[in-house]
């Protein structure tokens, strides 16, 4: 009778699959406790006029300034824009930053 319970028992690595899969099923379900606490607290912040998103890096007045200069004519490289505004050049690149196109036609 012993002999017959030993065929029966699942090998080792059977039960560490299980063991791996239920804990990979735990991690699962923190993680999706994490995506609905996180949206929840975003969502209290939004209400209160807590959460506004990334504020534009140039000012209302600076892109004014931008897109008069570049309907002028008077912005001739890069660096010039940066310089004038005081920032760096990497805030003008942003897709963002052009938006003086659009205001100059």
């Known amino acids: 009778m ?5 065929e029966h028992r699942p090998s080792p690595s059977v039960i560490s699959k299980l063991f791996f899969n239920i804990l990979a ?3 699962e379900f923190e ?13 209290v912040a939004r209400a209160k006029g807590k ?4 504020q534009p890096k140039l000012t209302a007045r600076q892109q004014a300034e931008l897109a008069r200069m570049h309907a002028t004519g008077e912005l ?13 050049r990497d805030c003008l690149s942003h897709p963002r930053a052009h938006r003086f196109d659009a205001v100059a036609r």
Do not use: I, N
Request: cysteine-free; proline content about 3%; aromatic content about 6%.
């Open 25 to 27: 099923t735990f991690a």
């Open 51 to 54: 959460l506004k998103g990334k």
């Open 76 to 88: 001739h490289h890069r660096r010039a824009h940066g310089s004038f505004l005081r920032r760096p």
């Open 31 to 43: 993680v999706d406790l994490l995506r609905l606490r996180t949206r929840e607290g975003m969502a």
């Open 2 to 6: 012993a002999h017959a319970t030993a």
